[in-house]
């Protein structure tokens, strides 16, 4: 039976180097160390952190109670005020923002400092947004949806420059700057949208296309893996939804020629791996 694994499947670039972070800090030795919020959205991985030592502080707020120790930020990032805070409670710091998210904190400084408004498309209750939202000053505004351009407080002619939340669709983004471009204001658009999810969702489609059965591994609460799914499905009957190698069952793919297998951003590794292994030792009926 031939497997092909997606190369994109798993972590992206900037979840893997935030949790092989946290993983570097556990083997130093380094204690306490406190994460804020879960360092990626896998129960599993979030467990096996917990079991080393790694505590989760739900909020900024929690670290006010914190007298010592090592915290990381995660990939998401978070506002300026929170890296104050860190600093005032004289804790060590592991920056594990990704650089792509970082690279947007840079742009709002910049452009607060050259008088422009920074519009940031995206939604304001996710946490890379709200990081995003705490390096601008308070002229800066989240916009998701086409109505609420035309209720904003600004002026004609208003310099503003707009930005993306990394993981944002396209295609809304563009119907969004479409839709400021026509009220005459001064506009820098900066696209910062990630192209991570898009490639993995691409190499999906193209691989669900060509074989038999197609396997998707993720939570069951990611969105992100259940429209890998559903974009599978579109293109081979015969794809699977699993969440770990105990839910698939070997009788579902022994009588195909071909599998696919992709997985979720929060996916680890260890489980696309442990997939991998036993479909390939499945003997075909
Ligand atoms: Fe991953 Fe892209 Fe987000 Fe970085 S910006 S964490 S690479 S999805």
Known sequence: MEVVVAKTAGFCFGVERAVNQVYCQIEQGVKPIYTLGPIIHNEEVVRDLEEKGVRVLASPEELDAVKEGTVIIRSHGVGKSVYDRIEKRGLCLVDATCPFV?????????????????IIIGDEAHPEVEGIKGWGDERTLVVKTEEQV????????????IVSQTTFNYNKFKDLVEKFSKKGYDIITLNTICNATQERQVEAEHIASQVEAMIVIGGRNSSNTRKLYEICQKECKNTYYIQTLDDLDPESV????????????????????????????????
Do not use: M, W
């Not at 035309?150 to 420059?161: A, F, M, T, V």
């Not at 009588?255 to 951003?265: E, F, K, L, P």
């Open 150 to 161: 035309d209720h904003l407080p600004l002026y004609p002619g208003e310099k503003l420059c």
């Open 102 to 118: 970082k690279k947007i904190h840079e742009i709002v400084v910049k452009q607060n400092e050259e008088g422009r408004r920074v």
């Open 254 to 285: 022994n009588s195909v020629r071909s599998v696919g297998i992709t997985a979720g951003a929060s996916t680890p590794k260890k489980i696309i791996e442990e997939v991998h292994t036993n479909v390939r030792a499945i003997k075909r009926v």
